[in-house]
């Protein structure tokens, strides 16, 4: 059975940092498109990142520069490095895998319909 755990949200004062894991059970995600999306109260959910196979990465225009996508085949683990965090970054966090080796569906990314298993969501709370 698929599982993908994330874990390393909390509450950060604005300019703080945080960094979200995500760690698959029964799938290695290695050679699969993986991605961060969020999801704001009363908003609907977004693609914040994405990372390929071939380690080729794509950002939501409102966390380019802020944030950092990675992973570490060796341990299965995709990350989300986030800096100079913002109270519009407050939502629940979730990672999400495709089936498909390259994060391009149709053009873009962020299609929440290409990715087929999703994690139970880490909240990421910013006060100001």
């Known amino acids: 059975q698929v599982q993908l755990v994330e874990s390393g949200g909390g509450s950060v004062q604005a300019g703080g940092s945080l960094r979200l894991s995500c760690a698959p059970t029964?799938?290695?995600?290695?050679?699969?498109?993986m991605g961060w999306f969020r999801q704001a109260p009363g908003k609907e959910r977004e693609g914040v990142a994405s990372?390929?196979?071939?380690?080729?990465?794509n950002y939501a225009t409102s966390v380019k520069g802020r944030f950092d996508i990675s992973k570490d085949n060796a341990k299965n683990t995709l990350y989300l490095q986030m800096n100079s965090l913002i109270p519009e970054d407050t939502a629940m966090y979730f990672c999400?895998?495709?089936?498909?080796?390259?994060?391009?569906?149709?053009?873009?990314?962020?299609?929440?319909?290409?990715?087929?298993?999703w994690g139970q969501g880490t909240q990421v709370t910013v006060s100001s």
């Open positions: 999400a895998s495709s089936f498909n080796p390259l994060c391009v569906f149709g053009g873009t990314w962020s299609d929440q319909n290409a990715y087929t298993y």
């Open positions: 990372v390929d196979r071939d380690g080729s990465t």
């Open positions: 029964g799938y290695t995600y290695s050679s699969h498109c």
